[in-house]
T-cell receptor, first 114, second 114 residues
Framework: QQQVKQSPQSLIVQKGGISIINCAYE??????FPWYQQFPGKGPALLIA?????SEKKEGRFTISFNKSAKQFSLHIMDSQPGDSATYFC?????????????FGKGTLLTVNP | ETGVTQTPRHLVMGMTNKKSLKCEQH?????MYWYKQSAKKPLELMFV???????ENNSVPSRFSPECPNSSHLFLHLHTLQPEDSALYLC?????????????FGEGSRLTVL
């Protein structure tokens, strides 16, 4: 019940295209959903995050869409650029009790071709 | 130095060696974490320290021994490791140990156990 399932495992997009990465979760107590971006040789860095009280959050070219009833959330990268090539991790956590742990997906390797 | 710094960046050790990984954060944060990153697996939380006290030991084998002498430094002492322990070990920090706290990761220590 603590799993976060992320797909696809890898994604190749042409420059200017839209990249879409999907995540699904089972634990209905999850109430914080961040996305982390990791470039080769670097540690992950927070990209954008959402809480379930909104269905969408946009920051520049990056948008999180959240579907509470389906227990799914996704990352959309508009006008994808070669500089967006990285591994993206979705995650989820539960504010209830003392559970502060982030549960991560397995990651999606995004390649944006010039 | 800014952010979270990890040393060494690369480490090769035999199964009978003893080595240590070091992490230092320059962000004034109160919580520090060790994560294990293996290919095609979710990030695995190993240890959490809040204000220098260990809060979480996520069922990690005793051959991994953490140490947090102060809120800025975190060590991971390694001994009699197994080849399956080869991975990228990431240190992270956050302002507080909170479920929505942004994690700031170091660049990781790539460990190879022969």
């Amino acid at each position: 019940q603590q799993q976060v399932k992320q797909s696809p495992q890898s994604l190749i997009v042409q420059k200017g295209g839209i990249s879409i990465i999907n995540c699904a979760y089972e634990n209905t107590a999850f109430d914080y959903f961040p996305w982390y971006q990791q470039f080769p040789g670097k540690g992950p860095a927070l990209l954008i995050a959402i809480r379930p009280d909104v269905s969408e959050k946009k920051e520049g070219r990056f948008t999180i869409s959240f579907n509470k009833s389906a227990k799914q959330f996704s990352l959309h990268i508009m006008d994808s650029q070669p500089g967006d090539s990285a591994t993206y991790f979705c995650a989820a956590s539960n504010s209830g009790g003392s559970n502060y742990k982030l549960t991560f997906g397995k990651g999606t390797l995004l390649t944006v071709n010039p | 130095e800014t952010g979270v710094t990890q040393t060494p960046r690369h480490l090769v050790m035999g199964m009978t060696n003893k080595k240590s990984l070091k992490c230092e954060q320059h962000l004034g944060h109160n919580a520090m974490y060790w994560y294990k990153q293996s290919a095609k697996k979710p990030l695995e939380l190993m240890f959490v320290y809040s204000l220098e006290e260990r809060v979480e030991n996520n069922s990690v084998p005793s051959r991994f021994s953490p140490e947090c002498p102060n809120s800025s430094h975190l060590f991971l002492h390694l001994h009699t490791l197994q080849p399956e322990d080869s991975a990228l070990y990431l240190c992270a920090s956050s302002q507080e140990m909170a479920y929505t706290g942004e994690l700031f990761f170091g660049e990781g220590s790539r460990l190879t156990v022969l």
